[in-house]
């Protein structure tokens, strides 16, 4: 059972940076595809990055160029460097690990383990 945490969320103007961090209890955490998902009130849960055990990534159309999704395996931390935020990136961030990087990353059914989520809020 890997237990995932979040942190580093909060409020930013518009055109503002944040970065997110998810610490990861499993020691083989450097084994697992990670990412991140967002969810905004009324909407369903979206794919925003994804990073495999080699260190390759995918972002969905609406945040390429601005996020990006990097990890510290010797400290079993997963970031999500978040930049020129814009209002309609306002949600619940969430993390997330799956024993297997599947091609269909974007579908929130496929992954294993979640964390609680950590609020961003991006203001105009």
């Known amino acids: 059972q890997v237990q995932l945490v979040e942190s580093g969320g909060g409020s930013v103007q518009a055109g503002g940076s944040l970065r997110l961090s998810c610490a990861a209890s499993?020691?083989?955490?450097?084994?697992?595809?990670m990412g991140w998902f967002r969810q905004a009130p009324g909407k369903e849960r979206e794919a925003a990055a994804v990073?495999?055990?080699?260190?390759?990534?995918k972002y969905a159309d609406s945040v390429q160029g601005r996020f990006s999704i990097y990890k510290d395996d010797a400290k079993n931390v997963l970031y999500l460097q978040m930049n020129n935020l814009k209002p309609e990136d306002t949600a619940m961030y969430y993390c997330?690990?799956?024993?297997?990087?599947?091609?269909?990353?974007?579908?929130?059914?496929?992954?294993?383990?979640w964390g609680q989520g950590t609020q961003v809020t991006v203001s105009s």
């Open positions: 990073i495999d055990s080699d260190g390759d990534t």
């Open positions: 499993d020691e083989r955490y450097s084994d697992y595809c």
């Open positions: 997330a690990a799956a024993s297997i990087c599947w091609s269909t990353w974007t579908s929130a059914r496929l992954w294993d383990y």
